[in-house]
């Protein structure tokens, strides 16, 4: 099974798509994540996105395009992809098809994550993660049962991602409505659009979502 998760910043993309990762044994396709591995280990691609990034911005179709084609070469044929963050335009959107259609696969739902902005920022910008293992936590909505110290792994470090702050949450928003939103017709043209959501609480989401890929 082939899955797109699309909804703007904040919108729980990350963490539903770790949840299916859990259930389903899928594999969780970010490119969010990727191009801040990049950036972290200071590669080519990693030192052209990093400002674009700080910005808001979106990086270029070919960079991400790129990286989800070399995702998919590593992963078996018979495990499912979670798209998490790509495709974000139209341009990515075509190519995602050809990816998808060279290596023997195709999309089987495009999930939506339906959400008041107002509350994303509020979302975003108090979330962090432990550093060790990932795991997603919020200033407000979900602090680690013992302060400091991360429930799945124990860790005692946490990290904040530098574009989480309210003017650059702004920007990625913009970027969402102008340039994202505008491939959902396409998808909904072909009958793979689900819409869930994504202000109900978390594990509401999960269950909606579970409803739509069992069918
Ligand atoms: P995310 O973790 O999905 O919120 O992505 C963080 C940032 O990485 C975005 O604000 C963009 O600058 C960049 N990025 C991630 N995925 C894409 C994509 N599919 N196309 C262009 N830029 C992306």
New binding site residues.
């Given amino acids: 099974m082939n899955i797109i998760l699309l909804g703007p ?1 904040g919108a729980g993309k990350g963490t539903q798509a770790q949840r299916l990762v859990e259930r389903h044994g899928m594999r969780q396709l ?4 990727m ?1 801040r591995a990049a950036v972290k280990a200071g590669t080519p691609v990693g030192l052209q996105a990093k400002a ?2 700080e910005r ?4 270029s179709d070919d960079i ?1 395009s790129a990286l989800i084609g070399e995702e998919l070469d590593g992963m078996g044929a018979g495990v499912g992809a979670i798209f998490d ?5 139209e341009a ?1 959107a075509a190519s995602l098809d050809g990816i998808l259609a060279a290596r023997g696969r195709s999309l089987d739902h495009v999930i939506e994550l339906a959400v008041d902005e107002d509350a994303l920022v509020e979302r975003i910008t108090g979330r962090y993660t432990c550093a060790t293992c990932g795991k997603g936590y919020h200033d407000k909505f979900e602090q680690p049962k013992l302060p400091g110290v991360c429930d799945k792994c124990n860790g005692t470090e946490f990290k904040r991602r530098p ?1 989480d702050n309210e003017e650059t949450v702004r920007t ?1 928003m913009a970027e969402y409505r102008a340039k994202t939103a505008p491939i959902l017709p396409g998808y909904e043209a072909r009958g793979i659009v689900a819409r869930v959501n994504g202000m109900a609480e978390m594990d509401h989401v999960t269950a909606a979502i579970e409803r739509i890929v069992a069918k």
């Fill in positions: 910043p970010s490119t969010g994540d191009l674009v990034m808001g911005e979106l990086v991400v963050g790509y495709p974000r335009t990515q574009d990625r």
